[in-house]
């Protein structure tokens, strides 16, 4: 076995992965890390370092190859136009069932994609809306609550921290319907929530 091959399989105590396809996802999350303090995360990005590319089947390939390195993987990715999007979420749903003493790996995923996450934060009155959305409209949306927003804009976590409770909320108001429709929606909140348990 190859020094590079020993080192991906050496294990990392109690550590968890946090995999995004995008840079905008990573430096969100990572900012979100330091922020409460979590030394035992690592977050990576598609086409990052590691290379292993943003389709939602090549980010789970790359969980797959490290599994037995994490207590806990996360793959983030959004819906947008990947052909492997339902059968990623499908492979990953059989590999819980069965992971026995494997890692989990869980999907976060956000239809259309992440800016809806961002745009829960700002929803008022009793329910978000569940108007289904293309991703450039989730991306104008957002701007006219944070009119710098760009793709790897640095600070959003800190910009949206103070709103995190609405935004949990919302995501599971959302959660609610999505056997209906899953746009639009997100599952960061399942990921966030899973965090904070560790800050406890």
């Known amino acids: ?21 995008g840079e905008t996802e990573a430096i969100y999350f990572r900012d979100m890390r330091d922020d409460l ?18 389709d939602p089947s090549q980010i789970l390939e790359y969980a797959l190859y490290n599994r037995y390195r994490y207590e806990k993987i996360f793959c983030t990715f959004d819906k947008d136009n990947h052909a492997k999007y339902s059968s990623t979420l499908d492979r990953i749903h059989k590999l819980d069932q069965n992971r026995g003493d494997k890692a989990g790996i869980k999907a976060i995923n956000s239809v259309p994609c992440f800016e809806y996450w961002l745009l829960l934060h700002f929803c008022s009155g009793s329910s978000p809306s569940t108007k289904p ?19 790897a804009m640095n600070g959003l976590w800190g910009i949206t921290k103070p709103r995190l409770d609405i935004a949990l909320r919302n995501a599971r108001l959302v959660a609610k319907n999505d056997n209906v429709s899953d746009n639009p929606s997100t599952r960061v909140h399942e990921l966030i929530q899973d965090l904070r348990c560790c800050v406890c």
């Open 37 to 54: 303090g979590l030394k035992n995360v690592i977050v990576e990005y598609g086409n990052s370092r590691h290379c292993f590319g943003n």
């Open 1 to 21: 076995m190859s020094k590079s091959r020993k080192q991906a399989n050496r294990p990392l105590k109690q550590a968890i992965l946090i995999m995004c396809e």
């Open 133 to 151: 959305m293309t991703q450039v409209e989730a991306k104008k949306a957002i701007k006219l609550h944070i009119p710098s927003y760009k793709g």
